[in-house]
T-cell receptor, first 116, second 117 residues
């Protein structure tokens, strides 16, 4: 069975510092990987996803994640964070044989707190 | 274009009461989902639907029922609420882009915070 581990439940960081949110998954088949972000009192929204091709994927607001098959990881990074990046970040995985529906397995989430 | 909306936003129930959560989407998506979010556990899939008139169980279906009578609506029912069902409930929807349905982005509603006393 698939599982997703987000290694840090909370990450405090100062504004303009770099940040890495770690995500590891377990799966024996080909996978699709996602990062979703949840801003306070809102639903989740897609930040970026890896489907195939280049292992480095980027979002429009400066985040990037790298798919590492040998380490079964999909860590999320940003070189310089803003106060507005304060949110909870969820890593999720789905496989290519999920029976025709987009079943996502979510990690427990990492709360990113950016301080001035 | 409202996206995915959920009704109500908040609700407090007593043990044994029933209620229905409504999810509506205006994006003509085929797939719809109900999740619950609990602290430290991420989101867990309760039930899902791959089209009008069809529903299926997810990871944690016990104590919940669903219906998808119209393509744009997906209802989640609690017949006899229990304190263990205190949670935040999210509805989501996605396109069905063919063979690689697992690649589709899910669009989430704002959530319903339910407390069962």
């Amino acid at each position: 069975a698939q599982s997703v581990t987000q290694l840090d439940s909370q990450v405090p960081v100062f504004e303009e510092a770099p940040v890495e949110l770690r995500c590891n998954y377990s799966s024996s088949v080909s996978v699709y990987l996602f990062w979703y972000v949840q801003y306070p009192n809102q639903g989740l929204q897609l930040l970026l996803k890896y489907l195939s091709g280049s292992t480095l994927v980027e979002s429009i607001n400066g985040f990037e994640a790298e798919f590492n098959k040998s380490q079964t990881s999909f860590h999320l990074r940003k070189p310089s964070v803003h106060i507005s990046d304060t949110a909870e970040y969820f890593c999720a995985v789905s496989d290519g044989v999920s029976g025709g529906y987009n079943k996502l397995i979510f990690g427990a989430g990492t709360r990113l707190a950016v301080h001035p | 274009n409202a996206g995915v909306t959920q009704t109500p936003k908040f609700r407090v129930l007593k043990t044994g009461q029933s209620m229905t959560l409504l999810c509506a989407q205006d994006m003509n998506h085929e797939y719809m989902y109900w999740y619950r979010q609990d602290p430290g556990m991420g989101l867990r899939l309760i039930h899902y639907s791959v089209g009008e008139g069809t529903t299926a169980k997810g990871e944690v279906p016990d104590g919940y029922n669903v219906s998808r009578l119209k393509k744009q609506n997906f209802l989640l029912g609690l017949e006899s609420a229990a304190p263990s069902q205190t949670s935040v409930y999210f509805c989501a929807s996605s396109y069905a882009s063919g063979g690689a349905a697992s690649t589709d982005t899910q669009y989430f509603g704002p959530g319903t915070r339910l407390t069962v006393l």
